[in-house]
């Protein structure tokens, strides 16, 4: 027994060092790294940086021109128009197209994914809004929807099913075809939005509906069946992961869509046309997705630690340019190449890729090994001196094997078996 | 006989108070090295902005820990004491009954504040390098109703350990509780800055609850 | 002889942990009155939204009783056996000694449980008015992480204080608060869902921890 105990007490021991002793380094050791904010000039036709050094930030181009601010917002009037109205030096069109303040400000779209999004503890309880109530404010309704395997209705004040809206809806669902259980649902549940968007639900073969309550009545429209000939086996062989629904002024994008295969999508117009995001890189579990729209221009750009995309779309959504850049990954740093060359393994519980806690091993690099059979060979030698000291006879084996525990904590943990040995208590 | 009742709760509590002087220590070190962390990732501006408008301390997490070690330090000291009625040796000393148990508590209350001391004045000197100082003038203000907890916190402790009865000493728990609560009741900063001075006195007050309890003790209540 | 121990301990902590269960049932019960309250002067809606979308748990402020609550427990029934060393005579039984040591701790744990859950349960059924099922759930989700920090701190509080060596029992307060600090690291609700199991399995074997103690303790560590 009191073998497995000490040998516990040294698992454990590693386990906790493995997580602490790389937090402390990091705590001590963290420099800011922003990665850049990707821009692009209409006017000049290529991308334009804000990018952060040392507490300054600098403004470039994709060559390595500086500029001042002035000479960077007017290369950007897309981004900066309210600057450059207020200062008379917006021009009046560019390439055909007329900026006029009120369509510069409509049409202005801002969209950002983040993978805790994605992948976050939730509750399968959501309120649906009524989205033709006949008044000019959206109002919250007084229940919340459930849908799971059924779709029912809670009203919240007295907690009490609500049978009757919820077999209309169920014999809805039927009848649109959508096979129970629901997968994956997007909305919006805020009343603080020019128009309901509704929900996005994907049922259990990943066919995707769209969901609205108009005027206490259900609408649900399996979305392949709405969307043109060309879209619509694009629209069956989608399998949605996420759907990310902002309701702007322009009422242009429906959704944003994650698929299983990392791909981005955009659901746009009266016909649900999917639009395919031409992002090489995106991992939806390690970058952030941002969009930002404006009058002439749709910029994508997916940031993560190690690398920086970005596509710009004209406004029929066809490719016009593309981006990318390598970054300096934590791991790249000298602080990170020293902590990969001191601790075997690292242990962290939390992840930028979601919500829940799990396990998050990360490994040392070689010289880490190295240095973890110097040290086991450092411990071998320094117990072999010890033993030669002693004169143990018949008692040998016994403490080859009550010294098992330590011996294995130096050659996994390295550093942190080292720290054990001498912290916790000797074999006797 | 006063230095020599000193030295004897001394000897009995250095090893705890050393280790509760470190844990306090280390901790407030803690609490300077995620501060120092927030400046270099973030705006200093933005951390100021926080602390001013939102109320994000940064010595926060270290509010409770006078209360606990208030507590720690009363049940370390006059537990023993209790177990085997060895208080009674105390009270049979050539001293007035009074005396005896004040100058335990005043013991007591040295050895707290000499624990929490260090690390508190690490904090404002912390403070002091990265905020002006309208802000370390705001880090004592929130820092002393907490401190005040503590020693009330141990007063209170020991009220409730040394009163001989099990029924009055669930109620000493309750009133112990409940006027606790009130050094802690802020959720903004500064919000104590008027009842500070009565606060003091309410402290300052709060030593003469113990003496009634061991009054109470030695007169053979429960025994 | 299993029994015997077990009512030796009860005898030994029984005013204890009706305290402590009193003490948790009506914090609880507090709760369940402040959650009625609330839902009397606010919109269930916006109450429903604020748990759901913000993760505003009414009984969050539960999180670091079930650990407090096993530290006392776990010192209440230990430290008098370490005071005069009477450990020994447990020890000195007709039982191997980590069975004579395991029923003390099995003793511990029950009565930890029987303070728990009936607090647990009385949350449990005061949601259920005001709140879907899937609160329950999310409940349960919630609050076992930190029902088994309270059974961890236990165990490991009875693996510090019997540890004969006071070096070792510095280095356990250490350990002991690095693998506490585990148990409640998200401020949102169900984030342990994906490692609960593994959570579990670490809180039982645990278990052991103390057993070492004891064993160093018969040895004669450190007397």
């Not at chain 1, 759907?243 to 746009?268: C, M, P």
């Not at chain 3, 005071?83 to 040591?101: D, F, M, Q, T, Y």
């Amino acid at each position: 027994m009191k073998n497995f105990a000490r040998t516990l007490l040294f698992a454990s021991g590693l386990v906790l060092l493995a997580h602490y002793l790389p937090a402390g380094y990091w705590l001590l050791a963290t420099k800011l790294r922003r990665p850049p904010i990707v821009y692009y000039s209409c006017t000049e036709k290529e991308f334009m940086f804000f990018r952060y050094t040392n507490l300054t930030a600098i403004r470039m181009d994709a060559h390595g021109k500086v500029y001042e601010r002035e000479e960077f917002e007017r290369i950007l009037p897309l981004d900066h128009w309210m600057q450059l109205l207020r200062d008379g030096k917006l021009p009046d069109a560019i390439g055909g197209v007329t900026l006029a303040p009120e369509a510069l400000r409509r049409e202005r779209l801002s969209f950002r994914i983040k993978p805790t999004m994605i992948d976050t503890p939730s509750v399968n309880l959501t309120p649906l809004l009524d989205a033709d109530t006949g008044r000019v404010r959206l109002e919250m309704p007084e229940d919340f929807m459930r849908l799971g395997s059924t779709i029912e209705f809670i009203h919240a004040q007295t907690n009490v099913l609500e049978r009757e809206k919820s077999a209309l809806y169920q014999s809805a669902f039927k009848a649109a075809g959508f096979v129970f259980p629901a997968t994956v649902m997007g909305g919006n549940p805020s009343t603080m939005k020019p128009y309901d968007e509704g929900y996005f639900v994907a049922d259990a073969t990943g066919a995707t509906f769209h969901l609205h309550q108009l005027r206490g009545k259900p609408d649900i429209r399996r979305v392949s069946s709405l969307a043109s000939p060309e879209d619509k086996p694009k629209w069956e062989a989608l399998k949605p992961i996420y759907f990310h629904v902002q309701e702007q002024d322009t009422r242009e994008v429906h959704t944003i869509i994650i698929d299983k295969s990392n791909q981005a999508w955009f659901v746009v117009g009266k016909n649900y046309r999917l639009v395919k995001i031409p992002l090489q890189r995106y991992d939806s579990a390690r970058m952030s997705l941002v969009v930002r729209g404006d009058l002439i221009n749709r910029l994508i750009s997916a940031t993560g630690d190690d690398s920086v995309e970005a596509v710009v779309l004209n406004r029929d959504y066809g490719l016009v340019d593309r981006y990318t850049e390598r970054l300096v990954s934590r791991a790249a740093t000298p602080a990170g190449k020293l902590a990969r060359a001191i601790f075997p393994f690292t242990l962290r519980f939390e992840d930028v890729s979601s919500g829940y806690l799990g396990v998050f091993p990360e490994y040392g690099s070689r010289i880490a090994l190295l240095v973890n059979g110097g040290l086991l060979a450092l411990m071998l030698v320094w117990l072999g001196s010890r033993r030669k000291k002693q004169k143990l006879g018949k008692q040998k084996a016994e403490i080859r094997c009550g010294m098992l525990p330590d011996i294995l904590a130096v050659a996994i943990g390295g550093v942190y078996g080292v720290a054990l040995v001498f912290l916790l208590p000797k074999a006797d | 006989m006063f230095k020599a009742l000193v030295y004897k709760e001394w000897i009995k509590l250095r090893l705890y108070w050393t280790l509760m002087f470190l844990a306090h220590l280390l901790f407030c070190v803690y609490l300077c090295l995620q501060l120092r962390h927030a400046f270099k990732l973030h705006d200093a501006l933005a951390v100021w902005n926080n602390w001013a408008f939102k109320g994000y301390l940064f010595f926060k997490p270290a509010k409770n820990i006078p209360l606990l070690l208030g507590v720690v330090l009363g049940c370390l000291q006059f537990f023993p004491e209790i177990l085997n009625k060895k208080l009674r040796l105390v009270l049979h000393l050539p001293l007035a009954e009074d005396r005896a148990v004040a100058v335990h508590l005043l013991a007591g209350l040295f050895l707290f504040t000499l624990a929490l001391l260090p690390g508190l004045v690490l904090l404002a000197v912390c403070s002091a390098s990265y905020f002006p100082w309208e802000f370390l003038l705001n880090f004592w203000f929130i820092y002393l109703p907490w401190f005040l907890g503590g020693y009330a916190a141990y007063l209170l402790t020991v009220f409730t350990l040394v009163e001989p009865t099990w029924r009055l000493r669930v109620t000493c728990l309750l009133l112990s509780a409940a006027l606790l609560k009130l050094f802690y009741l802020d959720s903004f900063y500064d919000g104590w800055h008027r009842v500070l001075p009565g606060m003091v006195l309410l402290t300052v007050a709060l030593v003469l609850l113990p003496l009634l309890s061991s009054n109470r003790f030695s007169k053979g209540y429960g025994s | 002889m299993f029994k015997s121990l077990l009512y030796k301990e009860w005898i030994k902590l029984r005013i204890y942990w009706l305290l402590l269960f009193i003490v948790n049932l009506a914090f609880c019960g507090f709760l369940c009155l402040r959650l009625r309250h609330v839902f009397r002067i606010n919109e269930a809606m916006a109450v429903w939204s604020n748990w759901i979308f913000k993760g505003y748990l009414f009984y969050r402020i539960c999180e670091y009783v079930p650990l407090l609550l096993g530290v006392v427990l776990g010192c209440l029934q230990f430290f008098p056996e370490t005071l005069s060393k009477r450990l020994r005579l447990v020890l000195h039984l007709p039982l191997g000694e980590s069975r004579a040591a395991s029923i003390h701790l099995v003793a511990g744990l029950l009565m930890l449980a029987t303070v728990y859950l009936p607090g647990l349960a009385l949350i449990a059924v005061s949601s259920s008015f005001y709140f879907p099922p899937d609160f329950q759930a999310n409940l349960l989700l919630t609050y076992t992480p930190w029902l088994l920090g309270g059974l961890a701190a236990y165990l490991l509080t009875a693996f510090t204080v019997l540890e004969p060596t006071w070096r070792l029992r510095v280095v356990y307060l250490l350990f002991s608060a690095a693998l506490l600090r585990l148990f409640f690291l998200e401020d949102f609700y169900n984030s342990y869902l994906r490692i609960m199991l593994s959570l579990t399995i670490c809180t039982s074997l645990l278990f052991v921890f103390p057993l070492l103690s004891t064993y160093r303790f018969g040895k004669g560590y450190g007397s």
